[in-house]
């Protein structure tokens, strides 16, 4: 009697999930208009040979709901990287809405056709809400990770947010996506690490600045974040990018990196 609950209870619980899923695939605008174009050089008026960045993932790498050029993560980091440094910061692009995972090897050989210096990645919200299995899309992003620094690029992951604080979430979903997001992000991490790369734990660096102020954070969609939301995230990521940067070596350990 107790296991027929018990089971009934999960069918339940598997069948309202499912419904919200599509639920917010409802709510959740088709990408109809991509983002603005990102590609190019940055702060051309430094001297000295350019660095050549690029940016790898999914919508939020590719900046899904910036209105402008200048709102998109690759040019938000960019722009600071080119400032700090005191190089022009050449910017490529392989990021595309939609993109998981098993998307990176693809991304990641147009990536290397520009031989970049440095890469940062942002993937793994699909893999959760479109119930991949997990160690699989952390093993993808740490091949990926592994084939980049094989070609002696430096590389950046922001780690999987804490899907939590996506407002069009509701219980039981929001905890499930909690949870995937967590135990993904931990996956990648691990991952990225063994390869060579430098994690930057995006769930506690971001997500209390996008739990406490939702409306301005987040864009129309309430999925994806405003050109706000990437601002604070190109401000959380970028004293890792800079120290990974000072690490490897590319900026020199005594250079200045408060030049604006």
Known sequence: MVFGVVVAVLAGTVVVIVGQA???QRVVPVAMRP????EGLIGARFPGPPLTMTILGDSFAAGYGAGRRRE?????????????????????????VGAMSSDLPHQVRAALAHEPDLAVIFVGGNDVTRFAPLRAAARQLGDAV????????????????????????R?????????????????????????????????????????????????ADRFHPSPDGYARMAAVCLPPIL??????????????????
């Not at 998109?72 to 910017?91: F, I, K, M, S």
């Not at 990225?192 to 102020?213: K, R, T, Y």
């Open 22 to 24: 599509r639920g917010v």
């Open 35 to 38: 983002p603005p174009r990102a």
């Open 72 to 96: 998109t993560p690759g040019v938000l980091l960019g722009t600071a990287v080119a400032r700090r440094t005191g190089r022009p910061v050449r910017l490529r692009q392989p990021a595309f």
């Open 146 to 169: 592994g084939r980049l620094r094989a070609a002696g690029c430096h590389v950046v992951v922001g780690t999987c947010p804490d899907l939590r604080v996506l407002p069009p979430l």
């Open 171 to 219: 219980p039981p979903l929001r905890w499930l996506a909690s949870v995937r997001s967590r135990r993904l992000a931990a996956a990648q991490t691990a991952e990225v690490e063994a390869a060579g790369g430098h994690p930057i734990a995006l769930a506690a660096l971001l997500n209390p600045f996008f739990e406490a102020d939702p409306a301005r954070m987040f864009g």
């Open 243 to 260: 120290a990974a940067l000072r690490a490897e070596g590319v900026i020199p350990p005594g250079c200045p990196t408060g030049r604006r």
